[in-house]
C-alpha cells in the first residue's frame, strides 16, 4: 500500500489545477475567433516558449519529489518572472497545496476500502509504470487486468485513480497516461471508453465549422441516438444541457463586451473573428494575420480584444 501511495502521491507533484469547460474540439488550438488558447497554470501564460520549457522540465523531473520539487520551482520563478507572474505562481502553489492534500487523504480513505480483487489488480497497474513496457504494452495490459475484474470491482479502480476532469489536472498536461499506468480521458464524459471510430465520427461534428447551434446539436444527438448505450446517450444528454446553458452564457457575456468596445478594438474583433471563417487559409497565416491585425492597436485596445475573446478556461468552445 505505501509504495502504490507514493507513486501516486509522486505522480501528483506534477499536476496543476485547470479550471474550465472541457472543449467540444479540444484538439484545436485556437478558438473560432482565431485568438491562440493557454494550456497551463495562469502564471506561464504569455511567457516565451524557452521559459516554459524550463517550468516544463521541472515538472516533468520525476526525480524531483515535494518540496524539492517546489523549492526547484520556487528559485526558476523568481528568477525569471515578473512581480506580478511571480504573485501569480505563489498564489498556484498555495492552491495546488491544498488540493494535493486534498487528493491524498481522498485517495488514501479509497485506498483502504478497495476489495481484495480490486486491491491487487490497482498494484498490478501502478507496476506498469515502471516494468519498461512501452504505452500501447502498458494499455493492453491494463485492459487484461481490467477484464479480470467484476463490474463492480472495476469501479473500484475507477474511482480509485478518477480521470482527468474529476480529478485534479496534470501540470505535464502532455502525458496521456498517469504513474498508475491509467490512460487519461480528454473530452465530455459521455465519449470516455468509446473506440477510436466512434470518437472521430463526434470529433468530425464537433469540428464542423458549417454546422452552427440547432444543427450542431441536431446531429450530434443523431449520432448520439444511433451509437451509444443507453447509459451514455443519458450522459450525452446531461452534456447538452450543461453545455447549452454555458454557450447562452458565454454569448450573453460576448455580446455586452462587444458593445463596449471601442472603435478600433471593434475592427480588430471583426477581422479576427473573420480568420476563421476562413476556409482557404492554414493555420499559420491566420496566426500570423492575427497577429499583424494585434500589434496594429495600442496596449488598451489589445486588452480589449483579449478580455472579448477569452483563453481556454474561461469560455466554451464555440458552435
Given at each position: 500500500m505505501t509504495s502504490l501511495k507514493l507513486v501516486i502521491i509522486f505522480a501528483a507533484l506534477v499536476a496543476v489545477s485547470l479550471a474550465g469547460v472541457v472543449r467540444r474540439d479540444a484538439t484545436d488550438d485556437d478558438d473560432d475567433s482565431g485568438e491562440e488558447k493557454h494550456h497551463g497554470p495562469a502564471f506561464l501564460e504569455g511567457l516565451d516558449a524557452a521559459t516554459k520549457d524550463k517550468f516544463k522540465a521541472i515538472f516533468r523531473d520525476r526525480s524531483?519529489?515535494?518540496d524539492a520539487k517546489d523549492a526547484a520551482l520556487l528559485n526558476l520563478a523568481s528568477s525569471v518572472l515578473t512581480p506580478e507572474k511571480l504573485a501569480q505562481f505563489k498564489t498556484h502553489q498555495v492552491e495546488w497545496t491544498k488540493?494535493?492534500?486534498?487528493?491524498k487523504a481522498d485517495y488514501d480513505a479509497k485506498y483502504a476500502k478497495l476489495s481484495p480483487n480490486a486491491k491487487k489488480a490497482a498494484d498490478q497497474m501502478k507496476a506498469l509504470w515502471g516494468s519498461g513496457l512501452d504505452?500501447?504494452?502498458?494499455k493492453a495490459k491494463k485492459e487484461e487486468i481490467l477484464k479480470s475484474l467484476t463490474d463492480a470491482e472495476r469501479k473500484e479502480i475507477e474511482a480509485l485513480r478518477p480521470h482527468r476532469g474529476n480529478n485534479r489536472s496534470?501540470?505535464?498536461?502532455?502525458?496521456?497516461?498517469d504513474d498508475s499506468g491509467e490512460e487519461k480521458h480528454h473530452g465530455p464524459a459521455f465519449m470516455q471508453g468509446l473506440d477510436d471510430a466512434t470518437k472521430a465520427k463526434f470529433k468530425a461534428i464537433f469540428r464542423d465549422h458549417s454546422l452552427k447551434g440547432d444543427a450542431k446539436d441536431a446531429a450530434l444527438l443523431k449520432l448520439a441516438t444511433s451509437v451509444l448505450t443507453p447509459e451514455k446517450l443519458a450522459q450525452f444528454k446531461t452534456h447538452q444541457v450543461e453545455w447549452k446553458k454555458k454557450r447562452e452564457q458565454w454569448k450573453a457575456d460576448y455580446d455586452a463586451k462587444y458593445a463596449k468596445l471601442s472603435p478600433n478594438a471593434k475592427k480588430a474583433a471583426d477581422e479576427i473573428k473573420g480568420l476563421w471563417e476562413?476556409?482557404?487559409?492554414?493555420?499559420a497565416a491566420k496566426k500570423a494575420?492575427?497577429?499583424?491585425?494585434?500589434k496594429s492597436l495600442t496596449e488598451a485596445e489589445r486588452k480589449e480584444v483579449q478580455d472579448l475573446f477569452p483563453h481556454r478556461g474561461k469560455k466554451p468552445s464555440r458552435n
Open positions: 524531483l519529489k515535494g488540493k494535493r492534500e486534498q487528493w504505452r500501447a504494452a502498458r496534470r501540470r505535464d498536461a502532455t502525458d496521456d497516461e476562413k476556409d482557404g487559409m492554414d493555420r494575420k492575427k497577429e499583424e491585425i494585434l
